[in-house]
């Protein structure tokens, strides 16, 4: 087992995964395996294939991994590879790794030989969730429940960091394997996810459930959530200030929620809460968190008591 493989795209994580399984696959057919590195930064493309070549004395078989391939493959870099990949050597193989790649003839090449090309932007969630569970069988030794994979994607996103906390919940995982709620209580939300709980929590809770709640979300954390709650009340209101202008300008509802990148429940809970309000007042509400913003940063103020005041104002300005 040979050729050419080329693992391209931004999600470095994905890209290194596709070389351990390659390295396994070449493990299995020729036992032990030699790896060399090399940087497209600074080494020359003739130095590498030379490496795939030469012979080494244990005359194990190699694995040449290249970084940033996309700088030796331009240029006069491409015609060599062309060459390279219609006859790899077949005690070697070369595997490109590399954020960008130009498609072209010698990706024809290459899969002709027996090699393969890559991908790596990361997956769907649906594959991601699908790719987590596989991930936590094979490599963490637990099952991963459905519902609790589908959560630690929309939690964490990337393959790396959904790895990461596989590794942490598979410690403590029960028979029954992970489930949702241990999801839930050891992932924290992304900085998403706590902006839009805030927002919700204000267009849709009473002034003493409001306090509440938000009392809970200040004083209950180990990290200071002062600025992040200040940051979900100013994005708050200027979307309601944006979309309260342009439905009294007759504009098309979706295509506001559409410009403002609204989905899901914020969507219809903000678009809701737009058309209630006049332009002018959901001015006078941005002008409120701008002054919070100003008095916080310049300490005019404790930042629990201007939340309080903030976020009751904001709440009674959309009923």
Known sequence: MGGVFVFHGKDAFLRADYTQQLRLKLEDAHGEIETIHFDGTRDLFADVLDECRSFGLMQQHKLVVVETADQLVKGDGRPLLERYAQAPVEGATL???????????????????????HKCDGLAPNEAAAW?????????????????????????????????ELAKLAVDAPKAGITREMVAEAVGMTREE???SIQAMILGAGPEQLLTQLRTILDNS?????????WACMDLCRKLHTASQALAQGQNPA??????????PSRDAIMNAARRLHPAQAGRLLSLAVEADRKTKSGLGRADRLLERLTLQIAGGTR
Do not use: F, P, Y
Not at 222 to 230: A, F, G, M, N, P
């Open 95 to 117: 595997v490109l790794r590399c954020d960008t790649w130009h498609k072209g003839n010698v990706d024809k090449l290459i899969t002709a030989s027996g090699g393969e090309v």
């Open 194 to 196: 706590e902006v839009w």
């Open 132 to 164: 987590a569970v596989k991930r936590a069988k094979e490599h963490h030794g637990t099952t991963l429940q459905r519902e609790a994979a589908m959560l630690l994607v929309d939690r964490v996103g990337q393959l790396g960091r959904i790895d990461s």
């Open 222 to 230: 180990k990290q200071d959530q002062s600025v992040v709650t200040l």
């Open 255 to 264: 295509s506001v929620a559409g410009t403002l990148k609204l989905w899901g």
